[in-house]
């Protein structure tokens, strides 16, 4: 019965309506987020300077870059919007990933095979903006090995109104089709940058 009631204290919690920065305040007193917020963290600081030489070769935006980090729980903020001068996390938000064919997948499964329903780790090089099944969406061009069929596969940066704007940890989060899906509220955050950047953004997907 404790569980329970803390599933249900939990669950309410997560729908209250309140700014990103107070909720994400309000989670990091519970100390089992606090402790993966805190790798979450970690792991971005890790990937900054491969990030920032990748772009920088490839004339990508230097200033602005999103790592997902597939291997934190799905109710947790996983997507980040790096600023890569100064090193500063700017937004959190949350991603699905895919399904894998499966009714439910609650930890992902990695696959570049079409039709497999799998999330692709690997950098994408944030495309073309349009509207589809999904309103506003964006291309991904996928740059690795790992993730080359993403344009085939028609895996896009998408929202839908399953992904939820608060964390919902200790829930897990709707699945996608293999595309990296956020909230529209979060989509509408990441559009911010996207729109106004004259070079291509880079997304990293990693696991």
Known sequence: ??????????????????????????????????????????????????????VKKQRYNEEFVFIADLSVHSGLPRFAVVNLKTGRILHKGLVAHGCGNSWFAATPAFSNIPNSSCS????????????????????????????????????????????????AFPLYICNSRGCPMVSYKFLKTLSSYIDKSKKPILLWIVG
């Open 120 to 167: 692709s780790l690997g950098k994408y090089k944030i495309g073309k903006k349009y509207t589809g099944r999904f309103s506003k969406s964006y291309q991904l061009h996928g740059l690795d090995k790992t993730n080359n069929k993403a344009f085939e596969r028609f895996v896009v940066l998408h929202g839908y109104d399953c992904v939820p704007d608060e964390p």
């Open 1 to 54: 019965m404790k569980y329970y009631a803390l599933l249900l204290i939990l669950t309410m919690a997560a729908c209250v309506d309140q700014s990103s920065a107070g909720s994400l305040k309000k989670w990091a007193a519970y100390s089992p987020v606090s402790a993966r917020i805190e790798a979450f963290d970690a792991r971005i600081d890790s990937l900054l300077p491969l990030a920032a030489s990748f």
